[in-house]
């Protein structure tokens, strides 16, 4: 069991940033069926959104102060197998079609499977498969400073993109869960010696609570930028407009719930799984 000191909350950015989505829950008063909801996740991207958390497992054990290759070499067949797309996926059927309401359904299914739609989305599955969220990061970053110098008005649509998706401002709160239940997971696992009990973590979570989220908003813009890069204005003015409708929130707001509540549910079982694993002595 090694002593380790949790990492600063902006440490862990990079673990979420395809979470465009928050942690609040919705219950649809008209569930839809299954076949329907499989078909809304290709058509919406979500399905891919969702096989982006996979992504995010070899930078996991840095929230916990180590590396992946603390753990050898069997780390990347045991985090294949817990963050496994398909049964995420099946997961996630599973709570949809118990939740989603069919109106808010064919609401968002009927945007997304428009030409503009269709194209948002090959543009955010693109995205969500870029492995190194750096790369996204620095050349968001460089797309950014080219339209502070232009004088663009793009800047101001990203943030109104960013707080129709996240509308309750619960994204912060959302990270803190996952980040809370991993480390807490890891500690009853033995894989690290927490020196702080729950209380003390929720503390230390509070204070850190100001710079994630800010870290948060100015990471999420810099995506934004990378991703819609290849849109005019008005297509991204038209996709704001879209994600401010009220059925568009709800969808978002019980999409954003399932993939983080996946996202938690997997990060715990990889706690007790790198137990299995053991520190490599070669390292």
């Known amino acids: 069991m090694t002593q380790q000191r949790i990492k600063p909350a902006s440490a862990i950015l990079s673990l979420f940033l395809a979470a465009f989505w928050l942690f609040s829950w919705a219950v649809a008063a008209s569930a839809a069926d299954r076949s329907r909801v499989a078909m809304f996740l290709e058509v919406t ?25 603390d753990f050898g070499q069997q780390w990347t067949r045991m985090s294949e197998q817990v963050f496994d797309r ?13 939740t989603l309401d069919d109106k808010a359904l064919e609401h968002a299914q009927a945007f997304y499977a428009s030409a503009l739609g269709q194209r948002l989305v090959a543009a955010e599955n693109a995205a969500h498969k870029v492995e190194d969220d750096e790369v996204k ?25 960013n707080a129709a998706i996240d509308a309750a401002d619960a994204g912060v709160r959302a990270v803190q869960q996952i ?3 991993f480390i807490m997971a890891a500690s009853a696992a033995g894989v690290i010696d927490l020196q702080l009990d729950a ?6 979570q509070d204070q850190q609570a100001a710079s994630l989220r800010m870290n948060l908003k100015a990471s999420a813009i810099a995506t934004s930028a990378y991703t819609y890069q290849g849109f ?16 568009m929130q709800e969808v978002y707001e019980l999409l954003n719930a399932v993939q983080y509540e996946i996202t938690a ?19």
């Open 232 to 247: 005019s204005d008005e297509e991204v003015l038209s996709y704001v407009r879209a994600l401010e409708t009220p059925l």
């Open 45 to 69: 991207g979500f399905d891919v959104a969702l096989d982006s958390i996979a992504l995010s497992a070899g930078s996991a054990p840095q929230m916990l102060g180590l590396e992946a290759q």
């Open 179 to 181: 980040q809370f239940r």
């Open 86 to 98: 398909s049964k995420m996926r099946e997961q996630a059927l599973d709570i949809l079609e118990e």
């Open 199 to 204: 209380d003390g973590l929720r503390a230390w």
């Open 265 to 283: 549910d997997r990060y715990e079982q990889l706690a007790y799984r790198m137990k299995e694993l053991g520190q490599s002595e070669d390292i």
């Open 137 to 161: 990061q620095l050349a968001g970053q460089r797309i950014i400073s080219d339209l502070v110098r232009a004088g663009s008005d793009r800047i101001a649509l990203f943030q109104r993109m």
